[in-house]
């Protein structure tokens, strides 16, 4: 069974950056979508941004425009989140995806989650 897990969270103050990185393993990777998710307290988990098997980007959640990157990295089996200009409302623990399919198109059913990485931003 595929495994996917997550690194390079941690604690920064707003305006800072930080790159997540996960890695997967166990499971074909190239031929299918990945995305991260996210999950405040007391909030349910939301997609923030996925990209397709192709590598290009289909989704991005409207808050993080412009300061959150996804990329991946087919031969290493790897897929970032490059966040700049991190906010307080950005806390939240981050969840890797392997989605079934190669598509980000709704529903986006997932495969194998991670196990996360929290990410805090202090003000």
């Known amino acids: 069974r595929g495994q996917a897990a997550e690194s390079g969270g941690g604690l920064v103050q707003a305006g800072e950056s930080l790159k997540l990185s996960c890695r997967v393993t166990g499971m074909s990777f190239g031929d299918r979508a990945l995305a991260w998710f996210r999950q405040g307290s007391d909030e349910e988990r939301e997609a923030v941004s996925c990209?397709?098997?192709?590598?290009?980007?289909?989704y991005t959640e409207d808050s993080v425009k412009g300061r959150f990157t996804i990329s991946k990295d087919n031969t290493e089996k790897m897929v970032f989140l490059q966040m700049e200009n991190l906010k307080v409302e950005d806390t939240a623990k981050y969840y890797c995806?392997?989605?079934?399919?190669?598509?980000?198109?709704?529903?986006?059913?997932?495969?194998?989650w991670g196990q996360g990485t929290q990410v805090t931003v202090s003000s």
């Open positions: 990209i397709g098997w192709r590598g290009n980007v289909q």
């Open positions: 995806a392997v989605l079934a399919g190669g598509s980000c198109s709704q529903p986006r059913t997932v495969d194998v």
